[in-house]
């Protein structure tokens, strides 16, 4: 049965409950859905639970590189830049439409962050690191090169630049695609189930947990051999949970990114660079906006509602208008923004910005596995370490050895940037045929990959213009394949509207509401609150107050 569709999640309810598995993973973000599939590749049985939507937690708010984070090379931790740079190319490999290429554009300035010869050091280490292919290395640019690069840089300090190879993705559409490669090997993931509490046998080991279905408003109990928490920032909660929460513990830092149209700030390629404070901040774009961020503060608020605030704002428009001071942004140019946790492991005496990205490992005497910490970028490795130590606890040599490197993701018929581009431009003769403009054929192929064409053949079951034949295509298409549940779910983490295509939501969401009154046979009550939830998130990503603390 196709547990990925969202028809079918009575009967994957039903399984959860009467069914004992090998392992139950908590958390839907990319650290849960790794571990996921990397169990259920293995031979496991494996159920996932997502208390909220999957990636909605850190997994959609990420700077959404696949990267090896330069700036850890500078903090030496070596381990972790080359683990990471060697995961960009691997998972690029397994999803190269939602991995892309990225140039970097370094910017060096009088007095910043790197210097000429460190940087040429630094990136060749980099690319060396991550093994980076010769015809894409690092390249060393003069004043004149790096300004003709982007020439609404200060002219003023910049005097040189360093450009260098990383990759753009889209956290949530990744987190997605893994869920649904799960799925493929047997896993069992719900979204909108949450952890309540934990079972324990009589010598006080984790047999199961009890959690609440937010969508029937009932409870049940999942019993599996190993639990795993990737909870990402609520970790330590469910650890208290498990009355297991000593030693060390989770640091969270927020982190902000504002989008802007790319208009209004037209770079080239994405530009890393210095800000005032000594941090530095990227800038990216992504075909109709531009993004910025990211901030990094201490963070003790609700974790359930990470608002962007405007003191987030003033911050990274300030940041921007220094380096690229005819930009002249304000607020008024913001067009929406997220702001997430990263779960860090604390460490005594560092600043959020010091902390190592390290993952680390939790086991409790109850038996409770919880891993936190980590990036996006490494989430095959930290998955396979989880199910490696599950592994040699089950003690049964019948596991497969991990393997995730050669599961495709989405399809897995484009196989490299190249085919992504013939594609896209195959693509691109189709949606200008149906009505559409070509900017769809890189927003569908980034999205969906080859999954693309279904939708674009299913655009003629619906009425209307193309716009609205298409948006319902798409809906469609997430509600058979990937577990929406709500109008949310479908504008935010499997389209990505909300961040990158806010103006397009106003039109398209009274029809993609009519779709789900439908589908799911909802009261107008039930409309009436999917509406009031779409209303209120594309109300918060666009609107800022400060916090009270900033006003003091
Ligand atoms: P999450 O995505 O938060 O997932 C945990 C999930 O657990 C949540 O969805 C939550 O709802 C669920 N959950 C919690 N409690 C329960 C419960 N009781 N029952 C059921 N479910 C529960 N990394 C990179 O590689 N590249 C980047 O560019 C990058 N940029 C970043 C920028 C920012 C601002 C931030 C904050 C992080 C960035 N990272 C980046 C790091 C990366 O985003 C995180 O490491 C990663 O997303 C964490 O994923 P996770 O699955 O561990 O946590």
């Not at 009890?210 to 795993?228: F, P, S, W």
């Not at 930009?327 to 010091?354: C, F, M, Y």
């Not at 592994?391 to 019948?398: E, G, L, S, W």
């Not at 929406?484 to 397009?504: A, H, I, M």
Request: net charge negative.
């Amino acid at each position: 049965m196709n547990f990925c569709s969202s028809k079918n999640r009575p009967q994957a309810l039903q399984n959860l409950q009467s069914e004992t598995f090998d392992l139950l993973v908590i958390g839907g973000g990319i650290t849960g859905a790794g571990i996921a599939l990397d169990a259920a590749s293995r031979g496991m049985k494996v159920a996932l639970v997502e208390k909220k939507d999957f990636a909605s937690g850190t997994s959609s708010k990420s700077t959404k590189l696949v990267h090896g984070g330069l700036r850890y090379l500078k903090q030496l931790e070596i381990g972790l830049v080359r683990e990471t740079g060697t995961e960009r190319a691997i998972v690029h490999q397994l999803a190269p439409h939602l991995v892309v290429p990225e140039k970097m554009l370094l910017p060096l300035v009088e007095g910043g962050t790197y210097g000429k010869l460190g940087t040429s050091f630094g990136l060749a280490v980099y690319d060396f690191l991550a093994n980076v292919h010769s015809t894409d290395r690092r390249k060393m640019l003069s004043k004149e090169e790096t300004l003709e690069k982007e020439p609404q840089l200060r002219k003023d300090i910049v005097i040189g630049g360093g450009y260098y190879a990383e990759y753009r993705t889209d956290d949530a559409r990744l987190t997605i695609e893994i869920i649904k490669a799960a799925a493929d090997h047997g896993a069992i993931s719900l979204n909108y189930v949450e952890v309540k509490d934990f079972v324990y046998d009589e010598s006080g080991k984790i047999k199961g947990a009890v959690c609440r279905d937010h969508v029937g408003e009932q409870m049940l109990t999942v019993n599996a051999k190993y639990i795993v928490s990737a909870a990402g920032p609520w970790v330590d909660q469910l650890r208290k949970t498990d009355d297991s929460l000593e030693g060390k513990h989770l640091f969270l830092s927020k982190g902000v990114h504002i989008v802007v149209p790319h208009e209004r700030f037209p770079v080239h390629q994405s530009v890393y660079f210095d800000v005032p404070d000594g941090r530095m901040i990227f800038a990216i774009p992504r075909h109709r906006v531009t993004y910025i961020g990211t901030t990094d503060t201490p963070y003790k608020e609700e974790l359930d509602q990470v608002l962007t605030r405007q003191e987030d704002v003033d911050y990274l428009l300030k940041s921007v208008n220094s380096m690229f001071p005819s930009l002249n942004l304000t607020t008024q140019d913001v067009e929406s923004s997220w702001a997430g946790l990263r779960p860090l492991i604390h460490e005594e005496g560092k600043s959020a910005s010091q902390m190592s990205r390290k993952d680390e490992i939790f086991e409790s005497e109850t038996g409770l596995v919880s891993i936190a910490g980590g990036k996006l970028t490494g989430y095959r490795k930290m998955a396979e370490r989880v199910v490696n130590l599950i592994a040699k606890r089950h003690n049964d040599n019948t596991l497969a050895a991990c393997h995730t490197n050669k599961i495709a993701l989405a399809g897995g018929t484009l196989k490299s940037a190249k085919d992504v581009a013939s594609y896209v431009a195959e693509t691109e003769k189709k949606v200008v045929a149906k009505g559409l403009s070509e900017y769809y054929a890189i927003y569908l192929t980034s999205n969906y990959g080859t999954q693309t064409d279904t939708i674009l053949d299913n655009m003629a079951n619906f009425r209307g213009a193309a716009e609205q034949q298409l948006i319902r295509a798409e809906l469609a298409h997430t509600l058979e394949h990937e577990m929406v549940q709500t109008p949310l779910d479908f504008f935010n983490r499997r389209t990505g509207r909300v961040y990158f295509n806010l103006p397009s939501i106003k039109d398209l969401s009274d029809l993609v509401l009519d779709d789900f009154q439908n589908y799911f046979n909802w009261t107008d009550e039930q409309v009436q609150a999917a509406k009031t939830e779409l209303e209120t998130e594309v109300y918060e990503v666009s609107n800022f107050e400060y916090s009270d603390a900033a006003l003091v």
